[in-house]
């Protein structure tokens, strides 16, 4: 039934049936209670619900927790959240676990005086469970509304003899982030990572990570810098972490110089995260050290390494753009590890026209050949990125046109991909000439990439004889060939709409398949005024109508 349903006279029967002697029907009514959500939260449904959590059925104990935790703000008053908190020591273990459901439930809608007061008073509980699943709640909470008396339960809780306790209230400070930095939950962290829990040690460290620059006092990366020296491998990696989100903005020579000692770590993951690291400083400080540093874990055995490495030098962009920089991206691109070779291909990008050489290029190229598809995505987009210097070249336009004449569809497809990406600045006679060739391939893919390149290349000044290869296209026997036909001539400017153009779409407007007909009508109203011909205007006029019936029965349905 939901919102809709929740009129007096519904409420007022889902009441009496919660007092129903067949069991199921009050399971019913209290679910639809629940479902109706704070329009049903009236004073009456929700003491009947408490009532329900009384109940001698530990299943219908749990119904009424989870409605009572859909009521949201309405249901967010003293009583409520005593019951909850009640709850939380039942003997069967599924009711315990519906409470503290709930309990976020409202915390993360009604952020209420009642509700934190509650909660922290359910801090000091002598069972761990409710104690941990309190600290939880608050996290929540905490993203929406920050109080002192919050942060102080939190911190008070990272003392606690338990360490699950300690755990989620850590975490809870972690969700709060930046907000929580201050500075005696800053102190608070930096004793848990003395803390002979190794566990704990280095979630504080993640914790520090989340604050981010607001915690970077000097006692903070003191106590970081001794961390990348523990024996805790997880601390290192963390600490590492934490550093590089910490020197971001202005990394001293010490911050930068502890990831660059964890490169040679003997732990994988320390040394992925000392990558990670630098990549984050190096934007504002990229030294030959740094760079270096990451051209060596580029030939890591450790797949995941390599890969930051990559990421990282791409985040320093054109800075880290020398040949030797550019060789090793290339030489990633021939890596056994796919995520390696689409990482390369994004670094490649980022460092932008620096990577505009004719040996990136058919790397570039050779990549969107790859079957993985974030390959050939990241290898599109990085072509993209540099494609204004490579218009221009004629050597590399030269190879790319060899490779639209290759015998091998898949490079042919791969090349007109290219040049559409481009686009105008690549439009020399020799290139459109290519294409259109490319328009009576036996292969349809080859056809139909053919008229997106000329569809891209051409929007301004489309000749007469590219005009001509797009209307012939519109009669092709593939409609997906068809279909980027008639999408090249939409986007082509509205002066040069010739009647060959507009009796194209028109028949387009007549095809058998349905999204032919669709765009065909779609590419005649993006024309504007010049194609607005006594045949074109009936057509369009026939279409709309029919569309006005169906979206009128597709109306009359929803309703």
Known sequence: MGHKAATNGVIDALLNAMRDENRQVQFDACEALGEMGEKAATDEVIDCLLYAMRDKDEFFRCSACEALGKMGEKAATKDVISALLNAMHDKDSHVPSSAWEALVKIGETAATNDVISGLLHAMRDKDEFVRWSTCEALGTIGERLVTNEIIGGLLNAMRDGDEYVRRNAWKALGKIGGKAARNDAISALLNAMRDKDSFLRTTASAVLVMMGTKAATNDVISALLNAMRDKDSYLRSSA????????????????????????????????????????????????????????????????????????????????????????????????????????ACEALGKIGETAARKDVIIALLNAMLEKDWLIKLNAREALRKISDKVATNEEIIGIILNAVRDQDWHVQKVAMEGLGLMGEKAATNEVIGA????????????RR????????????????????????????????????????????????????????????????????????????????????????????????????????????CIE
């Not at 294409?435 to 080859?446: C, E, G, I, R, W």
């Not at 390149?453 to 593939?478: F, H, S, W, Y």
């Open 240 to 343: 590492c972490n934490a550093l590089g989100k910490m020197g971001e903005k202005s990394p001293t020579n010490e911050v930068i110089g502890a990831p660059l000692n964890a490169m040679s770590d003997e732990d994988q993951d320390v040394r992925h995260s000392a990558c990670n690291a630098l990549g984050k400083m190096g934007e504002k400080s990229p030294t030959n050290e740094v760079i270096g540093a990451l051209l060596n874990a580029m030939s890591d055995q450790h797949f995941y390494v390599r890969r930051s490495a990559c990421i990282a030098l791409g985040k320093i962009g054109e800075i880290a753009a020398t040949n030797e920089v550019i060789g090793g991206l290339l030489n990633a691109m021939h890596d056994g590890d796919k995520y390696v070779r689409s990482s």
């Open 435 to 446: 294409l259109l060739n490319a328009m009576s391939d036996q292969h349809f893919y080859v």
């Open 449 to 556: 990439d053919a008229c997106e390149a000329l569809g891209e290349m051409c929007k301004k000044a489309p000749t007469i004889e590219v005009i001509n290869g797009l209307v012939n296209a519109m009669r092709d026997e593939d409609k997906d060939v068809r279909r980027s036909a008639w999408e090249a001539l939409g986007k082509m400017d509205e002066k040069v709409v010739l009647n060959d153009i507009t009796g194209g779409l028109l028949n387009s407007m007549r095809d058998e398949d349905r999204w032919v007909r669709l765009f065909a009508h779609e590419a005649l109203e993006e024309m504007g005024e010049k194609a607005a011909t006594n045949d074109v205007i009936s057509a369009l006029q026939s279409r709309k109508i029919f569309m006005f019936h169906v979206l009128s029965y597709a109306s009359k």
